[in-house]
């Protein structure tokens, strides 16, 4: 299960939400190269409201992922694109439901005869 994850919020600025949504769709393959982002999500939360939602199964791979390729381009177009600075939120996930997931973090899987 991966018991990491970062939520990153964003606010277009005015005019911009177009850019946005291209720059996150641009996003896309440069997560799928990261090994250690199990899975990499680019959401609209309203007209102007933008999230990425991410999960890694160690800090490690977390920490990597925030010093990597989409979050140094997310930055330097954040004047250009965005009303305040990306919020940026590591989260340790505590339970999930996902194809491979085991459930609840630290849960021990029984087997029944």
């Known amino acids: 299960m991966d018991n990491y994850a970062v939520w990153a ?28 982002t199990t899975s990499w999500y680019a959401v609209r939360i309203g007209p102007s409201r933008f999230a990425i939602f991410d999960t890694f199964k160690t800090e490690k791979d977390r920490a990597a992922h925030l010093a990597g390729e989409i979050a140094k381009k997310l930055f330097e177009r954040a004047k250009e694109l965005f009303e305040r600075a990306p919020e940026i939120l590591p989260l340790d996930i505590l ?9 609840v973090q630290g849960e021990t899987k029984t087997q029944s005869a």
């Open 95 to 103: 339970a999930a439901k996902a194809q491979g997931a085991s459930g």
């Open 9 to 36: 919020q964003l606010e277009a600025k005015p005019g911009k939400e177009k850019e946005v949504e291209q720059f996150l769709k641009s996003a896309q393959p440069l997560a799928g190269k990261e090994q250690g």
